[in-house]
């Protein structure tokens, strides 16, 4: 059993830039604890067939073992000529989770193909006190590129071009990304919705 107050919330994630991100952005009443401040660092299993399903799992296993209010974020890449693919499968599509050959690996099956169309979507999962569970969605839509360009991001950014723009995000800067990707608009989401409760 774990005494954090209810003006904690709990973020499922190892990723110390995920943590700072939320921290950042969600109202001063409330804090972002972080894993690493419960000195919790046993891996969270993640074994699902959809984005909903692992990041239930993240924060149920996360809420089970705290039993305090707590959220949990899963994303991919879809692409449409690819029947949804790399999907949940996105960190390690090859087999490997190395960028550089999962980019390669998009790149050559999409050779010859015309519809590039694709979307990067997050999951939040967020499990309150009394254990009631909602979800936030945050998609960016966008189209795959010929080629791989561009240092900024991690991931697919090199070979993701978001709608309305020319460039890949790993050519434009953090701060467009930021402003337009799909962590940022479910953020936005779960943000609006925890400010609402206050
Ligand atoms: P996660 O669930 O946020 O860890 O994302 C799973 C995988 O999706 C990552 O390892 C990346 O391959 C891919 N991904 C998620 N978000 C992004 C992004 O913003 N840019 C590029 N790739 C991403």
């Known amino acids: 059993m774990n005494h954090l107050s209810a003006d904690k919330l709990l973020f499922a994630t190892h990723n110390p830039a995920k943590v700072s991100e939320l921290s950042r952005l969600v109202s001063p009443s409330k804090k972002i604890v972080s894993l690493a401040d419960l000195n919790y660092k046993d891996e969270i299993p993640e074994t699902g067939d959809t984005l909903e399903e692992n990041a239930l799992q993240k924060a149920q296993t996360i809420f089970k073992r705290f039993k305090i209010p707590c959220f949990s974020d899963d994303s991919g890449l879809f692409i449409e000529a690819l029947n949804g693919e790399p999907g949940v499968h996105s960190a390690h599509y090859s087999g490997k989770r190395d960028y550089r050959i999962n980019n390669q690996l998009v790149l050559e099956k999409l050779a010859g193909i015309t519809n590039r169309k694709a979307y990067f979507k997050t999951i939040f999962c967020l499990i309150e006190a009394d254990e009631k569970t909602t979800y936030f969605e945050g998609i960016v839509n966008g189209s795959i590129a010929e080629e791989s360009t561009g240092e900024n991001g991690f ?13 890949t995000f790993g050519e434009l800067s953090a701060s467009v990304k930021k402003a337009l990707s799909h962590r940022a608009r479910a953020t936005e989401k ?4 925890l400010g609402a409760k206050e």
């Open 155 to 167: 991931g697919y950014d090199p070979i993701f071009i978001p709608e309305g723009h020319t460039k």
């Open 190 to 193: 779960l943000i609006q919705y």
